[in-house]
């Protein structure tokens, strides 16, 4: 049984207002992205879906001018350091397990070099694994965070993912594979 679910994360209001602004496609599916591979490595599903979900909750819009800025983005932006304080803080509003709020927390610290002075982090299987999902899912000149979704749709999608995550959790339980909890 998990203490949060994905739903009850895109059901709350700063989740709402955060993932809109970087992209509520593009955060469901890396958190598709990072079950899948979550799976073939052996990973936490649970921690993973919910890193991809939440890993750009900390973006910050970077305009000039009155339009998007992607140069100025990239140069300047800190989104992983914001997303895993603001991501970390919802968690444990919600309820999360605080062990399992760090590691999803630090996940989404490293999911991108983009803010790190050098490239020479040695991450977890967990951050491994939601970089992967990220990266996966990019569109050149940041134009993934664009994409729409009907809400409607987004909750089911969301939904169904819950799903497919306690039947994965449930194999582990039953005596089947286990996760390695990061």
Do not use: C
Not at 23 to 28: E, F, P, S
Not at 74 to 82: A, L, W
């Amino acid at each position: 049984m998990r203490d949060v679910t994905l739903l009850d994360i895109y059901e709350h209001h700063i989740a709402q207002k955060y993932l809109k602004r970087s992209g509520m496609a593009h955060a469901i599916a890396v958190a598709y992205h990072a079950f899948q591979l979550a799976k073939e490595h052996k990973v936490d599903v649970d921690m993973a879906a919910k890193a991809g979900f939440l890993h750009d909750i900390g973006h910050f819009t970077w305009y000039r001018n009155g339009k998007w800025d992607y140069e100025l983005y990239r140069k300047n932006d800190i989104h992983p350091i914001k997303g895993a304080e603001r991501a970390h803080k919802l968690l444990i509003r919600l309820g999360e397990n605080p062990v399992q709020a760090k590691a999803t927390s630090l996940a989404i610290l490293f999911h991108t070099d983009s803010f790190l002075p050098s490239n020479d982090i040695v991450r977890t299987p967990l951050q491994k694994v939601v970089k992967w999902a990220d990266e996966k899912d990019e569109e050149e000149g940041g134009k993934h965070h664009y994409r729409k979704i009907d809400p409607d749709r987004a909750k089911q999608s969301i939904i169904r993912l819950d799903k497919m995550i306690d039947e994965e959790l449930s194999k582990g339980a039953d005596g089947g594979e286990t996760s390695l909890p990061i």
